[in-house]
């Protein structure tokens, strides 16, 4: 019986950032696996209303997309997320399934997000291709969520390899841009990349980190007198970091 399988993320309204980060990734995967139906689901209702509204553009829900594949007849169906970590987005996914299996047959699968095992972290390291001579500052979305702590953890893996001058902070986690600029003064360093450590490189990355608004990362960066150069490309553009999504769907397609 033909398999099925559902790339699902937060989504997002930035058209070039979705065509590099999320297409890409799923055209990657319809080439892996030629037998299987492979659709496209979005978390996020805002993304997909303001898409709906504004390009007329539709992209399911999870709940939508796991419709379609059981009106294929296909009940055996793996849904991959393209998350950083097994947070909020990650429970929300595997809900949604579950309510979805109490009124439908079919077999689900979920695979793990980005960083879920030690090995994610050394791939993703080696994906980053960082220099230890250039100091670089990234951008993570964070989380009220226990997971938060995956970025704080991925750093300590960086420091473990030997690389001194990677930093990560958070929008919306524990770890702040002013406590990069408290590290960063301590250890002298006043030139720096700043680019995001995330799927899309959409309006966090854009406004949140590179813009010239008073409270981006790179204008606070500035006023403490260190010198930025922003690189804005999302980690799905990144061929190695979509070869760990694509090992994790075979995971559970093995």
Not at 85 to 109: H, T
Not at 116 to 124: E, F, I, P, R, T
Not at 133 to 157: C, I, N, P, R, W
Request: hydrophobic content about 40%; charged content about 30%.
């Amino acid at each position: 019986m033909k398999k099925g399988i559902i790339i699902t993320s937060f989504g997002t309204t930035h058209e070039d950032t979705r065509i590099k980060c999320i297409e890409s990734i799923e055209d990657r995967v319809k080439e892996e696996f030629k037998d299987s139906l492979v659709l496209r689901a979005f978390t996020s209702k805002l993304v997909m209303k303001i898409l709906k509204d504004r390009d007329n553009l539709h992209v399911d829900s999870l709940s939508q997309a796991l419709e379609k594949m059981l009106d294929e007849g296909i009940n055996d169906i793996y849904i991959q997320p393209l998350l950083i970590i097994e947070g909020v987005e990650y429970e929300k996914i595997l809900r949604e399934a579950r309510n979805f299996l109490k009124s439908n047959k079919c077999i689900i699968q979920i695979g793990k997000p980005l960083l879920s095992s030690d090995k994610d972290y050394a791939d993703l390291i080696s994906a980053l291709s960082l220099n230890k001579e250039e100091a670089t500052v990234f951008m993570g979305h964070g989380s009220y969520h226990k997971s938060d702590q995956v970025y704080q953890k991925l750093e300590d893996f960086i420091r473990e390899s030997g690389n001194k001058t990677t930093f990560i902070g958070t929008v919306e986690g524990e770890k702040t841009i002013e406590d990069i600029v408290d590290n960063l003064k301590k250890k002298a360093i006043e030139k720096v990349i700043l680019k995001p450590l995330m799927l899309v490189a959409g309006d966090h990355a854009k406004n949140d980190m590179a813009s010239d608004e008073e409270d981006s990362w790179k204008s606070v960066l500035e006023e403490n007198h260190i010198e930025v150069r922003t690189i804005i490309e999302g980690l799905g553009e990144n061929k190695k970091v979509q070869d760990i999504f694509i090992s994790h769907l075979q995971a559970i397609m093995a």
